[in-house]
């Protein structure tokens, strides 16, 4: 039998995470249905609900974007401390019911390969606050996607001046994409590119580097159809950068 958590402080969720089978729980839209699995269907543990943790809020200066944890997916579209083009990138990733529940530390634990949020968060140089029994760390977004968080992700805070250009091709408008590219140039002049669809998890990539990569292919594209759709997306993402205006 799973037992059920709801802390009200930091300090407690992790105690609680320590706990043998404990498991997270921010708005549930991949955690319910595994633990609900027929898999799941022996399970002993606790499950930790983060909702009256307080992580849900926004913040802004002129440079950094601090979102805690458990803010929306949703949150961030109606709040006008996003900038446009992270919000878009946003509401590309589920429809508004799972865009209501699905949360932007949850997104990154889950790691989707298609997540064009992730490659945005990638290319703002996201860095990620983790408490764990050992403290609290602040590790770089690309560390640790994909191979777990080790902790409990409090915030991601992350740079959004400068210039943003994304692009994707997809069976349909609305479905995920095949291969998606975003790139950033910041305002002093470094340029950052992170694809989807070329790697188990969104992943920065080396503009040199695109044509060299070996994607996995699928039913939706063969390993050499991605490779060339990274290279034409790369390079209209890396061209609309250079004489875009900032994303404010
Ligand atoms: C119908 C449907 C359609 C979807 N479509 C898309 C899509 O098109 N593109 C896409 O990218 N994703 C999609 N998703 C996936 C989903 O949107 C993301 O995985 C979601 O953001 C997960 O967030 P959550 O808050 O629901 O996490 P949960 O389901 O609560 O948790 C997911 C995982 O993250 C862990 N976790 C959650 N919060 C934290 C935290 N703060 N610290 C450490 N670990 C944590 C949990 O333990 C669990 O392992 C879809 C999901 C559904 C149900």
């Not at 968080?149 to 994409?177: K, Y």
């Amino acid at each position: 039998m799973v037992r059920y958590r709801r802390p009200t402080t930091i300090e407690e969720a992790l105690e609680i995470l320590t706990e043998p089978g404990s498991v997270i729980l921010a708005g549930g839209t991949t955690a319910v249905p595994e633990l609900t699995s027929v898999a799941a269907a022996d399970r002993t543990g606790v499950l930790i609900d983060l909702q009256d943790l307080g992580l849900d809020r926004i913040r802004r200066d002129e440079r950094v974007l601090r979102l805690g944890a458990t803010t929306t997916l949703q949150q961030m579209i109606d709040a006008p401390e996003v900038p446009e083009f992270l919000a878009g990138l946003a509401r590309r990733e589920a429809p508004r019911t799972i865009r209501n529940m699905a949360t932007v530390g949850g997104l990154v634990a889950s790691a989707p390969a298609t997540s064009e949020l992730l490659a945005g968060l990638l290319v703002c140089g996201a860095r990620l606050r983790i408490g764990s029994g050992d403290g609290a760390s602040e590790v770089h977004i690309e560390e640790v996607l994909g191979s777990g968080s080790g902790g409990l992700i409090t915030e991601i805070v992350l740079g959004c001046n400068g210039a943003m250009a994304h692009e994707r091709v997809a069976r349909t408008p609305a479905d995920s994409p095949i291969v998606a590219a975003v790139a950033r140039r910041r305002d002093d002049g470094q340029v950052r590119l992170a694809l989807c669809g070329v790697a188990p998890t969104p992943v920065l990539v080396e503009p040199g580097a695109v044509a060299g990569l070996e994607p996995p292919g699928d039913f939706r594209g063969s390993s050499e159809y991605r490779r060339r759709l990274a290279v034409t997306l790369s390079e209209r993402v890396l061209a609309r950068i250079e004489d875009a205006g900032d994303n404010k």
